[in-house]
């Protein structure tokens, strides 16, 4: 739908709302069709304002009998002008909207010719939606409304709608004003007679143009200062009026549902914030309300408060209530794991259990004591992510009574914490056991390790356990990599060492050998040289594959720079003649010719992760980099042009001839072909030793092993080396295979049995298979020339100028058999069997194209 055509479908969409010819279910699917598709539909605003002005017209020419096209036609024309960003004082179709849908709102007569007595309650509620979707999309847009949205809410008494939308347009209106620094200018005193008969106010909505976001404000400080509600000034009236307003959406939102009070208080608090002169007392009545909700939402909204006004708002009793409250409700044994995870989440982010160290570490909570989390200790037993946010509680408990252990306290948060921490590395030990429980103890003791990172008591222990645990099983060493990369220094070093410890002191015939040479070549340092190279000599007699070999020089990589020297010369030079395989035997040479010739911040650079290095004042370093660039693979533009060759019907399985073409000479060329799909078997490569601009060149075949008779896409990558010694790579456009492409004969059948053999042919295609025809065009050669040109290698039988019986065999094990007969001067009728119903539309859209082919 992106692009012309999505533009075209949104004009017949247009026209089909006016056409009388569809039903209005039609029509209305039309129209939720444009709901969920604006922006595709109306991609810029003069169509988006076109398309508004069309869904007016047929609002207002639809009869005055009850109709369930009124309500999607408003949702449709404030949608398009929304997503197109058609909404401006420029805009004709705004002009019509707005006051429209402001007059089915407040309820004012529009006229009876416009919608009968039935429809007006819904079409008000519609319009309150439209209206608060607008003011969202361009804050500032009913800033000129307020006195009037007050009034309206003071006749017609607490309608959700209303409520919302009041409250969204005062907290837009307040940050607009503060940033331009002016006073809400009697904004809310204005009543209905401001906005009849004149045009729309669009001042708050042009200085507005910063997107705010109604539903969930997050508080931060930043935040605050940016919206500058501090620099408001408001007159004693303005003030007075403003708690009016706040007070009486306040006192009727007990009428809300739920989810609506919760934004309400959002809303509200966001813009009360920061507003000198506008004490929060207003919320208590609130406050005091919902301090029993069951309502997550609810308790939501009200911790929002709490993190926004703090003791302004909430005394210390409150504080306690609401605490014990969220304590045992995440206590209680029938809660979802959702709503579970919910109150821990809330219980984690208590404004007072809050970081308060001056490094940003989290300190002890002020409310939150072990007495009354006693419930919430985290278990083996509970889900993963249950228990991960127990423990995150647990770790702020152990903190807090860290004092309270030195007095004598027995089962103390921390000893609960070493045993559970020992379970989970226990479950983890277990030989083939679920990777779940390995991730789950790897996440536990990451968690520890941040929360608890300035406690040596805890990461003592915790750091012994992690080194047994390696021991029970090696093959967790991805796992141990992992978090050494994102611990803390705290945790880092004395598990390093550990874990290298663990590593040298094991035989280095072991299974789990590649495991120890992964954990080393991460934990390996300066230190303890003498036992791990004592380590990888031992290991390089069990090192008898590849992939072992290139683990043990990584950890020499490793070694080479952290600056270990003459002994690891040593075990090079043994490698160079050790390794039975030449790339480990390179490796090791090259190691240890930049460990002889280079100083440590050279060999540094040399081994650093790219090539884009410092340049140093050493010719000896540039020498070294262009043999490391000898050495390695680059990518480069490809000097190779090749295309698809004229195909030839033979052999067993169908063949691509492909033409190549050379800028320059290449040498060892390698091509490898990559099938899009899974269409055909893998393909191999082709070898050519040598290329040369000018020179002729035999075709090279590719043989292909489809899967399925279909046409496919190859990828094409190249490998060759170039006249300087380097090695490069490089992607070649792709290359199609035709459907023609896979035409293979029928081996002959014996001198007078063609027609026989073809009959044959075409009774065993049914009932397994299909049968079609269709019209051929031929161009002015004829059907002689086009089957002499397409079809000869396939014919049968065959009674030129106007008649040929024509079977293909199409790999795997497909069949295509055509009868071409009665042709005339501008076409031939053809019968075609197969027994694959696949290959029936491809073989149409062949058949059809070989006038055109020529």
């Known amino acids: 739908m992106a692009g012309p055509e999505g533009e075209d479908l949104g004009r017949d969409l247009l026209s089909d709302l006016r056409s009388e010819k569809l039903s209005e279910p039609m029509k209305v699917a039309l129209l939720a069709l444009s709901l969920e598709y604006p922006d595709q539909l109306w991609p810029d605003a003069p169509v988006a304002e076109a398309a508004a002005t069309s869904l007016l017209d047929t609002l207002v020419l639809l009869p ?454 992964q954990m080393l070549a991460r934990v390996a340092d300066g230190d303890a040289q003498s036992a791990t190279l004592s380590f990888l000599r031992a290991a390089a007699a069990h090192c008898t594959d590849w992939g072992l070999q290139q683990a043990l020089l990584r950890v020499c990589r490793a070694l080479l720079r952290a600056g270990v020297g003459g002994g690891l010369a040593d075990l090079l030079q043994e490698l160079a003649r050790q390794l039975e395989d030449p790339d480990g035997q390179d490796r090791a040479r090259l190691y240890y010719i930049l460990l002889a010739h280079l100083a440590g911040p050279k060999l540094g650079v040399a081994l650093g992760p790219s090539l884009a290095a410092p340049a140093l004042a050493s010719s000896l370093v540039a020498e070294n980099q262009g043999f490391a660039a000898a050495l390695m693979v680059q990518e480069a533009p490809a000097p190779i042009r090749l295309s698809v060759g004229p195909r030839r019907a033979e052999g067993a399985v169908p063949v691509l001839r492909l033409q190549v073409e050379v800028l320059e000479p290449v040498y060892s060329l390698e091509l490898r072909f990559r099938v899009e799909g899974q269409l055909y078997a893998p393909l191999g490569a082709i070898h050519v030793p040598c290329l040369c601009p000018g020179r002729p060149t035999r075709p090279l075949l590719l043989p292909l092993q489809p899967r399925r008779p279909a046409p496919a896409r190859l990828a094409v990558r190249a490998l060759y080396s170039t006249p300087s010694g380097l090695t490069c790579h490089a992607h070649l456009p792709p290359l199609l295979v035709a459907f023609a492409d896979l035409f293979l004969p029928f081996p002959q059948p014996p001198e007078g049995a063609q027609l026989d053999f073809f009959e044959e042919l075409w009774d065993s295609c049914l009932p397994k298979g299909t049968e079609s025809r269709l019209w051929c065009p031929l161009g002015p050669e004829g059907l002689e020339a086009l089957v002499s040109r397409h079809l000869e290698p396939f014919v049968v039988v065959a009674q030129p100028p106007v008649s040929y019986l024509v079977a293909i065999r199409l790999p795997p094990d497909s069949r295509l058999l055509l009868r071409l007969e009665a042709a005339q001067a501008d076409g031939v009728p053809v019968a075609l069997r197969t027994d694959d119903w696949a290959v029936l539309p491809l073989a149409g859209d062949y058949l059809r194209g070989l006038s055109a082919a020529g």
Not at 129 to 147: D, I, K, Q, T, V
């Open 64 to 517: 005055p009998r009850p109709s369930a096209l009124r309500r999607p036609l408003l949702l449709a024309a404030t949608t398009a002008l929304a997503a197109g960003g058609a909404l401006n004082p420029a805009s004709g179709a705004s002009g019509r909207l707005l006051p429209l849908l402001l007059g089915l709102a407040s309820g004012r007569n529009l006229g009876r010719s416009f919608c009968p007595a039935s429809e007006q309650r819904p079409l008000q509620a519609t319009a309150w939606e439209c209206l608060r979707e607008l003011e969202s999309c361009r804050p500032g847009l009913l800033g000129g409304c307020l006195g009037l949205l007050r009034a309206l809410l003071g006749r017609e008494g607490p309608a959700q709608p209303l409520s919302l939308l009041l409250a969204l347009a005062l907290r837009n209106a307040l940050v607009i004003q503060a940033r331009a620094g002016a006073g809400l200018q009697g904004l809310l005193t204005a009543g209905e007679s401001s906005m009849e008969g004149g045009p729309w106010n669009w001042m708050l909505a042009e200085e507005g143009e910063v997107h705010l976001q109604p539903q969930a404000p997050s508080w931060p400080a930043a935040e605050e200062d940016e919206c500058g509600l501090a620099a408001l000034e408001l007159s004693p009236e303005e003030a007075r009026e403003l708690r009016a307003t706040v007070a009486q959406l306040l006192d009727a939102s007990y009428l809300l549902t739920p989810v609506a009070q919760a934004q309400l208080l959002w809303l509200l608090g966001w813009a009360l914030r920061g507003l000198r002169g506008q004490p929060p007392v207003l919320f208590k009545p609130q406050l005091v309300r919902l301090l029993g909700t069951a309502q997550l939402t609810l308790l939501h909204a009200m911790l929002a408060l709490k993190a926004a006004f703090g003791e302004a708002l909430f005394t210390a009793q409150d504080e306690a209530l609401l605490l014990r409250r969220l304590t045992l409700a995440a206590q209680h044994p029938a809660l979802p794991l959702p709503t579970h995870l919910f109150y821990l989440h809330c219980l984690l982010n208590f404004p007072e259990n809050w970081p308060l160290g001056p490094t940003g570490e989290e300190a002890a909570p002020l409310l939150l004591g072990s007495q009354l989390c006693r419930g919430l200790l985290p278990s083996l037993l509970h889900e993963p992510m249950a228990l991960l946010a127990r423990l995150h509680l647990l770790c702020l408990l152990c903190v807090e009574d860290e004092e309270k252990e030195g007095k004598g306290q027995d089962r103390s948060p921390r000893h609960y914490l070493e045993e559970l921490l020992a379970g989970l590395r226990q479950r983890a030990a277990l030989d083939g056991g679920p990777r779940a429980l390995a991730t789950l103890c790897f996440q536990a003791s990451y968690l520890v390790a941040h929360c608890l990172a300035g406690q040596p008591v805890v990461l003592i222990p915790l750091t012994q356990g992690l080194a047994q645990l390696y021991q029970t099983r090696p093959a967790l060493a991805p796992h141990f990599v992992d978090l050494l990369d994102h611990v803390g220094p705290e945790l880092q070093e004395p598990l390093r060492v550990a874990l290298r410890q663990e590593v040298v002191s094991r035989p280095g015939r072991e299974e789990a050998l590649r495991w120890h040479l």
